[in-house]
């Protein structure tokens, strides 16, 4: 019965500095956005999250460690769009799929202004960048595959690399959303139809 009252304990404690650490992380996000990741400091976040100093530090020894474990759930977030893209079919319809939801994936506001911080600081300390660039590179990967069945059933003729189709994908992806956002709206069915007819002319 101790035994068992331990275990209990013992997780009830694994939980609540899980809890506690994904609350540090999202108020990071928050002082990042409101404030630049550059200008934003280790306390700033200890003082809006309600929390030590040494309890932070208890997680992450730097902003720098707080970014990574941004990039980290970044990742979670895109595997699941990346195992979507391999997994549907036919591959012309998981790619139509993936536009959608990668669309609206980049159009949320918080993700825009957080990229914006991310590639700032990047030109400060290209070191900040180098878990969204792995992040990036996995979702340009699995894209170029899909890309390759596509243009292998369009059987097109001097088709650009699946690689640089990825490549230019993502952009107008990424650029649309970003373009809407700093509008202050969500893109419209126009610019949505344009994008699509883009990739088109793309594959």
Same mark, same amino acid.
């Given at each position: 019965?101790?035994?068992?009252?331990?275990?209990?304990?013992?997780?009830?404690? %694994?939980?609540?500095? &899980?809890?506690?650490?994904? /609350?540090?992380?999202?108020?990071?996000?928050?002082?990042?956005? @409101?404030?630049?990741?550059?200008?934003?400091?280790?306390?700033?976040? !200890?003082? #809006?999250?309600?929390?030590?100093?040494?309890?932070?530090?208890? /997680?992450?020894?730097?902003?720098?460690? +707080?970014?990574?474990?941004? !990039?980290?759930?970044?990742?979670?977030?895109?595997?699941?769009?990346?195992? !979507?893209?391999?997994?549907?079919?036919?591959? #012309?319809?998981?790619?139509?799929?993936?536009?959608?939801?990668?669309?609206?994936?980049?159009?949320?506001?918080? /993700?825009?202004?957080?990229?914006? @911080?991310?590639?700032?600081?990047?030109? #400060?300390?290209?070191?900040?960048? &180098?878990?969204?660039?792995?992040?990036?590179? /996995?979702? +340009?990967?699995?894209?170029?595959?899909?890309?390759?069945?596509?243009?292998?059933?369009?059987?097109? @003729?001097?088709? +650009?690399?699946?690689?640089?189709?990825?490549?230019?994908?993502?952009?107008?992806?990424?650029?649309?959303?970003? #373009? %809407?956002?700093?509008?202050?709206?969500?893109?419209?069915? %126009? @610019?949505?139809? !344009?994008?699509?007819?883009?990739?088109?002319?793309? +594959?």
């Amino acid at each position: 019965m101790c035994e068992v009252k331990k275990m209990s304990e013992k997780q009830s404690r %694994a939980e609540a500095a &899980d809890a506690r650490r994904q /609350h540090i992380v999202q108020t990071a996000v928050i002082c990042f956005i @409101e404030q630049g990741f550059h200008q934003t400091s280790i306390r700033d976040i !200890a003082k #809006r999250a309600g929390v030590s100093l040494g309890n932070i530090y208890n /997680h992450f020894d730097s902003k720098s460690a +707080l970014i990574a474990e941004i !990039a980290t759930i970044e990742a979670s977030d895109l595997e699941k769009m990346q195992d !979507a893209l391999s997994a549907a079919s036919p591959p #012309r319809t998981a790619l139509d799929s993936f536009v959608t939801r990668y669309l609206d994936y980049c159009s949320k506001p918080a /993700h825009t202004a957080l990229t914006v @911080e991310i590639l700032a600081e990047a030109v #400060r300390d290209p070191k900040i960048a &180098d878990g969204f660039g792995q992040n990036r590179d /996995h979702l +340009l990967a699995a894209l170029e595959g899909q890309i390759a069945k596509v243009q292998q059933d369009l059987k097109a @003729e001097n088709a +650009l690399a699946p690689q640089d189709c990825a490549e230019f994908i993502l952009d107008l992806i990424e650029g649309l959303a970003m #373009r %809407a956002v700093f509008s202050g709206r969500k893109a419209t069915d %126009a @610019e949505i139809k !344009a994008l699509r007819t883009a990739i088109d002319r793309i +594959l």
